[in-house]
């Protein structure tokens, strides 16, 4: 095959991962197999087209769960080092800070879990005060 009818791989990737057409359109569009698109949509791990697109708003209390879940985890571990666990905890933080800052960039939009967040850093700074006691 010349490079004249060679498919352009990067177009059919963002047909498909834009769910611009369905993919037996791509593959007619293209002129490929539904089984090329596959195997080289499983090769180099494209998105499904199935795949829902996060919310920001899903992703800020996602991160707060795992937020949660790390200071519980921290509350439980007396014998082990807690500097791998703060250091951990902390760019959870620096992550959702960011995901909040760019949720209040956009126009007219409060973040999502100003109040979450306040609460969250509050019992945090507390258990760590108790933790540095014992």
Known sequence: MDDARKP???TIREEY????????????????????????????GWLS???????HGDIVARMLRVLDKQVRQLEKAVDEPIDKQ?????????????LIKQGATKPDVEPA????????RAKLVKQLEQFNRR
């Open 86 to 98: 703060v250091k951990a905890l902390s760019e959870t933080v620096k992550t959702l800070d960011t």
């Open 49 to 55: 087209s199935r795949a829902r697109v996060p919310k």
């Open 8 to 10: 352009d791989w990067e």
């Open 113 to 120: 879990s100003r109040k979450d967040m306040t609460a969250m």
């Open 17 to 44: 991962e834009g769910r611009l057409f369905l993919p037996s359109v791509i593959c007619q569009r293209h002129g490929i197999s539904e089984m090329q698109l596959r195997y080289r949509r499983q090769l180099e």
